[in-house]
């Protein structure tokens, strides 16, 4: 870490941070230094020892502000270096660590399609350090009254409740983001960054981070971090001493983003929509942070990459990726990627139709040649499909019912590749599902089943997995929950099955089930899919490989289905029994098969 005691000369210079706060031996990602403090304008840098080495410094439009180029020799041994800033007759030191780099750490392997992934808020989730709550750094103090205040969930209760996150068979985990966010309304949700290295004390601290990203790790859980370089929070310590005007996107007035993400991808688009989308702001509250300027794009890749080293991380999710400069984020996800390889990043481009979100993936057929090197996108499509589909239960139309789903899976072909998007019918932005599917048991456990079976990483949203739901259509504050028995006194403990109604386990039971079988479940990992156009509301599908078949039937009728099983027979040629993966019970080919109405079997068969 770095170092912050400074010695000084003279008064005049100052230094008050150093980013990335320490760096590592044996690192592909460039090094450039950020200095912040007062009066550098016109310093320059140099390593008193030998082994590192600056190779440029820059100046700033802020007099505040000096970066500088440094290279750290193959044979540079790890420890404590001094770089030595000066200007004129002045000099300051500063001491900076270059630690060893974990051995293996570059070939780090990311969550896939044999990983089930757990979003939670943290700040919803549990509380188990209520010292924490209120901070004398933080602006906003806790208030869990207030559907949009801080509710007091941290670090700690994450770490408390792991065992139960495992055992669930979730294999990886990803909350929302825990840095900084500084803002005097609705910082419980992160995404308004005040500091980029620094984790919100009302968390926890940057060492407790890292405890519960190798506390996860020793259950084997995979951890992913949600990053956000589009933009910062209006409270970012530099909002008010920027190193260029040009570090943020900047208008006369206000203005924000079109949100008309089809105009990145769109090849009839004006310049000035084009623009506007990616260069306007998220939010009063989220200035857009502008990768177009070299600088900024090098302090956004350097500091994911301390992150992923200094916590270990296993992958990425990245927040609102279509609005940033598109070719500043893909050389930002590039500058990941180069550095680990076999790291997976999920972005979120929220757009409807597969085509719009497949532009986004890396080794898309782009028109334009654009290539973003992202490698996982966010199927909203298939979310939307699903949620639309569950609430045609009557006989459908044409394209109705689980036809909605079916053709979303059947434009896989757009996708550079679709074992590798996100799925999910629900998260921290979109409705409540088992409010819009009305506390429907059957409803919520079908979509169990095609979630843990379905091509791609399956995402379940904390709570589902017992069918938490809000009372009404609301905004984001109120459908972002506490989990029951996250508080002390809280009325009842959801983490423990007494305190969950018998409807509610027997969602519970069928989830944990459902995720614990699909934890060793390769034919779903790797095997292929083959779909068959639903009749009557009655979908099937296959997973398979040469020696296993899965296979999933959703009668989302509210009418019983016989299974025709002849209609089925290149998937179960030479197969004779299977095994329904919750229930125990044995299902033989040929023989009838009765699908109950509005539920959904999984079957598995071997040879």
Same mark, same amino acid.
């Given at each position: ?20 706060? /320490? ?36 100046? =700033?439009?802020?007099? /505040? ?40 750490? @570059? ?24 010292? &924490? ?42 909350? !929302? ?27 926890? !601290? ?42 943020? &996107? ?7 983003? *079109?949100?008309?993400?089809? !105009? ?6 004006? !310049? ?71 790291? *997976?990043?999920?972005?979120? =481009? ?13 080794? @898309? ?65 979109? *409705?409540?599902? @088992? ?6 048991? /059957? ?68 989830? %944990?089930?459902?995720? *614990?079988?699909? %934890? ?88």
């Amino acid at each position: 870490m770095c170092v912050m005691s400074t010695t000084s000369l003279f008064a005049q210079m100052k230094i008050e941070r150093v980013e990335p706060l /320490n760096w590592w031996t044996g690192m592909k990602q460039p090094l450039q230094l950020l200095f912040y403090g007062s009066n550098l304008q016109g310093a320059t840098v140099r390593c008193v020892e030998q082994g590192v080495s600056i190779t440029g410094t820059h100046q =700033a439009e802020s007099p /505040n502000y000096l970066f500088a180029d440094v290279q750290i020799a193959p044979d540079a041994q790890p420890g404590a270096y001094t770089f030595e800033i000066t200007q004129g007759q002045e000099k300051i030191t500063q001491s900076y660590v270059i630690a060893a780099r974990r051995e293996g750490s @570059a070939s780090r392997k990311g969550f896939d399609a044999s990983d089930m992934i757990y979003l939670l808020m943290p700040d919803r989730f549990t509380n188990g350090d209520p010292l &924490n709550d209120t901070h004398e750094e933080a602006v906003e103090k806790v208030n869990r009254k207030h559907p949009y205040g801080r509710h007091g969930g941290d670090i700690q209760g994450v770490i408390n409740h792991l065992d139960y996150i495992r055992d669930l068979g979730a294999t990886a985990v990803w909350p !929302t983001p825990l840095l900084f966010d500084n803002e005097q309304h609705a910082s419980y949700h992160g995404y308004a960054c005040a500091d980029y290295y620094r984790i919100d004390p009302r968390f926890g !601290t940057n060492s407790l981070y890292k405890t519960m990203v190798d506390e996860a790790h020793r259950r084997g859980i995979k951890w992913i971090m949600d990053m956000v370089p589009n933009h910062c929070g209006a409270a970012h310590w530099w909002m008010n001493d920027l190193p260029f005007a040009s570090w943020v &996107n900047q208008f006369p007035a206000y203005t924000p983003s *079109n949100y008309r993400m089809t !105009t990145q991808s769109d090849p009839h688009a004006s !310049t000035h929509d084009r623009d506007l989308c990616a260069r306007g702001w998220f939010d009063r509250t989220m200035p857009d942070m502008n990768l177009a300027n070299p600088f900024v794009l090098q302090y956004l890749s350097q500091m994911a990459v301390w992150w992923i080293e200094y916590a270990g991380l296993d992958g990425l999710r990245v927040d609102t990726y279509p609005y940033s400069d598109k070719q500043g984020i893909a050389a930002w996800t590039k500058n990941i990627m180069d550095e680990y390889p076999n790291l *997976n990043i999920v972005g979120e =481009a929220w757009l409807a139709q597969p085509a719009f979100i497949a532009y986004w993936q890396a080794g @898309a057929n782009n028109r334009d040649g654009y290539d973003s090197h992202l490698p996982a996108v966010m199927d909203f499509s298939l979310q939307e499909n699903l949620t639309k589909a569950l609430l045609q239960d009557s006989l459908p139309a044409w394209d109705g019912g689980m036809m909605n789903v079916y053709t979303s899976v059947a434009q896989d072909f757009v996708y550079a590749n679709p074992d590798n998007i996100l799925i999910f019918a629900e998260n921290h932005d979109t *409705n409540r599902l @088992a409010w819009l599917l009305k506390g429907k048991k /059957n409803k919520q456990e079908m979509t169990m089943a095609l979630l843990a079976t379905m091509r791609g990483v399956p995402q379940l949203y904390y709570g589902s997995e017992w069918m938490m739901q809000n009372k009404a259509r609301q905004g984001h504050g109120e459908e972002r929950l506490d989990m029951p028995g996250g508080w002390p006194g809280d009325k009842r403990n959801a983490f423990e099955a007494s305190g969950r109604t018998k409807v509610e386990n027997e969602v519970f039971d069928y989830t %944990k089930k459902l995720f *614990n079988w699909r %934890k060793t479940a390769t034919v779903v990992h790797t095997g292929k899919l083959m779909q068959f156009v639903p009749v009557d509301n009655l979908y099937v599908y296959f997973r398979y490989i040469a020696t296993e078949r899965v296979m999933v039937v959703i009668n989302n009728s509210r009418e019983g289905k016989t299974v025709d099983w002849p209609r089925y027979a290149e998937m179960t040629a030479g197969y004779r029994q299977g095994v329904d993966v919750v229930f125990g019970h044995t299902v033989t080919v040929g023989e009838p098969w009765r699908i109950a109405p509005q539920t959904a079997q999984v079957v598995h068969f071997r040879k």
